[in-house]
């Protein structure tokens, strides 16, 4: 599978963005796909997970302010953020998993300023 994301940028404290992220090739065996974040010098994190049923999960610090969506017939899954804060910045990863296996898209670096 490979994955495609866009829609990073700059935004100001308090503004709104949305990440994509397409999924092309093997798509029928992706389980669940997430969004994953690596601030400057610090270690990646998930941020956002959905399932193939569409079950998600979020870290503590962005629920009530991201959301993470799907649209099978596009294959695509988004990121919808909110309420941005200049803690948010870093470079925006998504993911696909496959019985175990993680495929990375490239990443697309998002930047709040206060």
């Known amino acids: 599978v490979q994955l495609q994301a866009s829609g990073g940028g700059l935004v100001q404290a308090g503004e709104s963005l949305r990440l994509s992220c397409a999924a092309s090739g093997s798509v029928d065996s992706i389980i669940s796909m997430g969004w994953y974040r690596r601030a400057s010098g610090q270690v990646r994190e998930v941020v956002a997970t959905?399932?193939?049923?569409?079950?998600?999960n979020y870290i503590d610090f962005v629920k009530g302010r991201f959301t993470i969506s799907r649209d099978n017939a596009k294959n695509t899954v988004y990121l919808q953020m909110n309420s941005l804060k200049p803690e948010d910045t870093a470079v925006y990863y998504c993911?696909?998993?496959?019985?175990?296996?993680?495929?990375w898209g490239q990443g697309t670096l998002v930047t709040v300023s206060s």
């Open positions: 959905i399932g193939s049923g569409g079950s998600t």
């Open positions: 993911a696909a998993e496959q019985y175990g296996r993680y495929t």
